[in-house]
């Protein structure tokens, strides 16, 4: 099973950036569907976004979609979320998680079977 560590959250105001890292060991996960999901205070974890292996397709969130972008570098077996013009309504706790299919777009949390531990974002306004 591949073990996922997320970095770089922290304190931003409205408007600013973050770029949010997701470190993966134990396997490599260049063959794997990645996605991003957060978890609000009081609210339910929700789908922020994905990219395939198959041609590193990208999928977001209505809500993210035109200011999270999602990249990959399989030679450092990581994945980011760039976040540009952030809101208060997007601090939460931000995870990644592996699909292993890599061919799937699927948006559900059960079909994603390794998950990171967190990354806290709060964003000021």
């Known amino acids: 099973q591949v073990h996922l560590v997320e970095s770089g959250g922290g304190l931003v105001q409205a408007g600013g950036s973050l770029r949010l890292s997701c470190a993966a060991s134990?396997?490599?996960?260049?063959?794997?569907?990645m996605g991003w999901f957060r978890q609000a205070p009081g609210k339910e974890r929700e789908f922020v976004g994905l990219?395939?292996?198959?041609?590193?397709?990208?999928y977001y969130a209505d809500s993210v979609k035109g200011r999270f972008t999602i990249s990959r570098d399989n030679a450092k077996n990581t994945v980011y979320l760039q976040m540009n013009s952030l809101k208060p309504d997007d601090t939460a706790v931000y995870y990644c998680?592996?699909?292993?299919?890599?061919?799937?777009?699927?948006?559900?949390?059960?079909?994603?079977?390794?998950w990171g531990q967190g990354t806290q974002v709060t964003v000021s306004s």
């Open positions: 998680a592996a699909d292993y299919t890599g061919w799937r777009a699927s948006r559900l949390e059960a079909d994603f079977g390794s």
């Open positions: 990219i395939t292996w198959i041609g590193s397709s990208t």
């Open positions: 134990g396997r490599t996960i260049s063959s794997y569907t």
